[in-house]
């Protein structure tokens, strides 16, 4: 019996189910024991963090083989099973999720008065759901778990958002994400009824006529593009961020936008590579739009969530640039820019929260002059305002530089435009810095003069780590995915 316990619970599945299995536990407690409540919901979250690790520790770097596989049969007919597993692709995106879940539930603790343990359930069961994205290899159990993260995402933002919009900007959010999907639904349809299966190792050996590719390549970028967003899909994103708690935007950033690219990772290139071949200068010029667009906006935002929320657009479009380059170094530096993005622009929403936590406004105009009254603010601030304009030595830099390197092989006028971005990126990212932390104090408007408290400089000094260890020591990361990366090159003959 015990035997059967420890492998259950020391694989991917019992990593799927601890965070379910903690709101369980938590919908069972009544809502007036409240300390109960948080402690359950932060153990639960930092247990599952400590988990993932495991997971990090244990894998083996030479094999481009989905590790720590299992199969549950799921339904007889079709051949449809739970069928799950990580390579050097997935594995980091797992760890991110659990890592940034803890955060979300320690920022609740102060900024969310109503309806506690609720909250508690809903970044659980997001959590689980994200983790079974990310695990998943069979297709059509991925679009379930794909479209299910809608559903919490949905309801954090309509009940916990900030302002009188949230319930418009969460079934913007809904719709927008739902509809691109249904493209990808119906085309999962079609592979089922012309292979009879939705395995991934089966699909992946499996070859599509040029038309069909191109067909199938279309509906699942219909899916993907929306969660990115790539132009002109993005409407909804400036929208749900504002609207959302600061847990909800860090969220948002951190990995729900990372759905998107992951998605065109693990199933359209490796599936469809003469369709990828083939719209690929469609891609970047997408990508370079979005890129120089989106900065240029971000540039005349007077809402320091927008300012964020667009300046996301901008780096997750350099993603793709990476992504669509088709080389080793461009898709590695692409996995590098999603986890970093993953960090330093949760981050960034974390101190937009900070501010709003005392002064209950987002709009830049009010602020000024905060380096004479929240001195440590500034400096945590101006780390992540750095991180964000790619400085060398933070995770960015690394990120950018190798998709730049990748992109310069397949298109050297793309990485030029793209490179413009980086010029945009530090421009809106100090002139955002200088008008919130320089200039003149305005007392008129700003009220509570207090720092950073302890609690909040503990919640930001996991992420500083993880931006200088990304950025000074990134052969760690590297080293995990690069096997999988040669190989998923290598089956789709890009070289």
């Not at 959590?127 to 990310?134: L, W």
């Not at 729900?256 to 010029?285: C, D, H, N, Q, W």
């Not at 981050?347 to 900070?354: D, I, N, Q, R, T």
């Not at 200088?468 to 590297?478: A, K, N, R």
């Amino acid at each position: 019996m015990l035997q059967f316990l420890a492998s259950f619970y020391f694989n991917l599945s019992g990593l799927i189910l601890c965070p379910l299995l903690g709101s369980i536990i938590l919908s069972v407690i009544p809502d007036s024991r409240i300390r109960l409540i948080r402690g359950i919901g932060l153990c639960t979250s930092l247990i599952t963090f400590l988990y993932s690790l495991f997971f990090w520790i244990q894998f083996d770097n030479s094999t481009a083989k989905f590790q720590f596989v299992e199969t549950i049969r799921w339904l007889p007919y079709p051949n449809i099973h739970f069928y799950i597993g990580i390579d050097g692709i997935s594995l980091f995106f797992v760890v991110l999720t659990t890592f940034l879940i803890p955060i979300c539930i320690l920022v609740g603790r102060s900024s969310i008065k109503n309806y506690k343990r609720e909250y508690m359930i809903a970044f659980l069961i997001c959590e689980s759901f994200m983790i079974a994205v990310f695990c998943m290899l069979d297709l059509l159990l991925f679009y379930v778990f794909f479209e299910s993260v809608l559903i919490p995402m949905f309801i954090i933002i309509g009940v916990w958002g900030s302002r009188q919009r949230k319930i418009q900007a969460a079934y913007q959010f809904f719709l927008y994400t739902l509809l691109g999907s249904v493209f990808m639904l119906l085309a999962i349809l079609f592979i089922l009824s012309q292979t009879g299966s939705t395995d991934l190792q089966i699909l992946l050996t499996t070859e599509f006529s040029e038309r069909r590719q191109i067909l199938l390549w279309i509906a699942f970028f219909a899916s993907f593009s929306v969660k990115v967003p790539m132009i002109p899909f993005h409407i909804w994103l400036p929208e749900a961020h504002v609207e959302a708690p600061t847990a909800g935007s860090v969220i948002l950033a951190g990995i729900l936008l990372k759905l998107g690219t992951y998605g065109f990772l693990r199933f359209s290139i490796p599936m469809f590579p003469e369709a990828t071949l083939y719209f690929t200068p469609f891609v970047y010029a997408l990508s370079v739009i979005a890129i120089i667009y989106t900065s240029l906006t971000t540039i005349r935002q007077i809402d320091l969530k927008k300012i964020i929320a667009y300046s996301s657009v901008a780096h997750m479009n350099f993603v793709t640039i990476g992504m669509f380059s088709l080389n080793i170094q461009g898709i590695e530096g692409s996995i590098l820019l999603m986890l970093s993005h993953g960090l330093v622009s949760s981050a960034l929403f974390l101190c937009v929260g900070a501010l709003y936590d005392r002064h209950k406004t987002r709009l830049v105009k009010y602020y000024g002059g905060l380096v004479s009254t929240m001195p440590m603010f500034s400096t945590i601030f101006l780390f992540f305002t750095l991180a964000n304009m790619s400085l060398p030595g933070t995770s960015s830099f690394i990120g950018e530089f190798l998709i730049l390197v990748g992109a310069f092989q397949r298109n050297s006028l793309v990485a030029t435009l793209a490179a413009l971005g980086m010029i945009l990126g530090a421009a809106y990212s100090l002139w955002l810095y200088n008008r919130v932390i320089f200039g003149n104090f305005k007392p008129k408007f700003l009220q509570k003069f207090s720092d950073l408290n302890r609690r909040e400089v503990l919640i930001f000094l996991p992420f500083v780590v993880g931006i200088i260890w990304m950025g000074v020591y990134p052969e760690v990361f590297l080293e995990c995915m690069h096997t999988s990366i040669g190989n998923l090159v290598q089956h789709g003959k890009f070289d």
